[in-house]
């Protein structure tokens, strides 16, 4: 019921945002957009894309070679069939689901493989945390936002869009960041006080939540080898900046390709904007939350843009990333012989407290 709850909610919020986004669209010119695009810059775009599933995999290499050393193709296909699952079915599956992958492919232990998960999504906080302090360093506009009627923002939205209270909102989120990062270190360095202290924290609203949040953080420091060796640590995040370093490229190619100046921080505010909505719960291939992003955050960086052209931007942005994802993950399942309908059920499973196969 809860599981079917978060779908329609997922969903409902997709919808509304497509809504929001593209009413009031002359599509006679998003396609004059969409046909005077500059293919070349837009295959580089998808080359950075492609490359940035290499650099996830070395990144996540120096948290995973703690357990055993792991083939690159056991790797390649585990993130893979996550990152597609993620995009393609509801619930963020597809976390749980390269834990399987990895655990089935190299049998490793799927409550290790799932430590491991978690700790990559630590690292990829830290890239992301550096794209979001670029961008609120950078995002320095002389005046209030302004954007035309066609964006649709609300007259109580206005304060909203103050260049102020932009970077106040983004400076908020990158320290809430860096709290989940110091927490994360906190359990590295002292993990039986963080768990007694969690444990009598949480146990004064439920003893059992209590029990099943200190069991999974102490499953989840069981993976947190890495820290244990300050060389791996440093090319983990090293890679995790490099892999954002691809993404914030991505966008920078994607404008190129349509011909559009703007000013050299968009991409990281894009980045930025673009990692924070489709972290909240949406409807399958982030419809909607990706397109919203994207046209927000170019209209609020270069106000008096083309709305329609920004649409066209955000067509071809999501579907540079969709298409290889979705391709490159069905090609990994095939490759392993998997399906990922199993491979949901089997995530259903292990979310509600069912042993998986390992």
Not at 272 to 297: D, E, K, T
Request: charged share 15%; with cysteine; hydrophobic share 55%.
């Amino acid at each position: 019921m809860k599981k079917a709850v978060q779908i329609i909610v997922g969903l409902v919020i997709g919808v509304l945002l497509l809504w929001w986004v593209f009413r009031d669209t002359d599509w006679a010119e998003v396609g004059t957009a969409l046909g005077a695009v500059h293919w070349g810059w837009l295959a580089v775009a998808t080359l950075f894309v492609i490359f940035s599933f290499v650099t996830r995999i070395l990144r996540w290499r120096y948290i995973v070679r703690t357990a055993k050393p792991v083939s690159f193709r056991s790797m390649f296909s585990a993130t893979q069939i996550g990152f597609m699952a993620n995009f393609i079915l509801p619930g963020r599956a597809g976390e749980v689901i390269r834990a399987l992958v990895l655990s089935r492919l190299e049998k490793i232990p799927f409550s290790k493989c799932f430590a491991f998960v978690a700790l990559d999504r630590v690292t990829d906080l830290f890239g992301m945390l550096a794209a979001m302090l670029v961008a609120v360093l950078a995002y320095r506009p002389g005046t209030a936002v302004t954007v035309g009627p066609e964006a649709h923002f609300p007259d109580w939205a206005a304060p909203l869009l103050h260049p102020q209270a932009i970077r106040t909102a983004a400076f908020s989120a990158a320290i809430f960041m860096l709290v989940i990062v110091a927490a994360f270190a906190a359990l590295y360095l002292n993990q039986r006080l963080v768990l007694r202290c969690t444990e009598r924290v949480i146990g004064l609203i439920s003893q059992r939540m209590a029990a099943r949040v200190t069991a999974m953080l102490g499953h989840f420091a069981e993976g947190m080898h890495v820290f244990r060796s300050a060389a791996d640590m440093a090319k983990s995040l090293g890679f995790s900046l490099v892999t954002w370093g691809c993404f914030s490229v991505t966008f920078w190619t994607l404008f190129w390709a349509f011909g559009l100046t703007l000013p050299w921080y968009t991409p990281f505010f894009t980045l930025s904007l673009v990692a924070a909505v489709i972290s909240l719960p949406g409807a399958p291939g982030f419809v909607g939350q990706y397109h919203a992003a994207i046209w927000a955050a170019l209209l609020i960086c270069s106000p008096g843009i083309n709305s329609n052209v920004v649409r066209a931007v955000a067509i071809m942005g999501h579907l540079i990333n969709l298409v290889p994802v979705t391709v490159v993950g069905l090609y990994c399942l095939q490759m392993e012989k998997l399906g990922l309908i199993a491979l949901q059920r089997e995530g259903e499973a292990a979310e509600t407290g069912d042993k998986p196969q390992e």
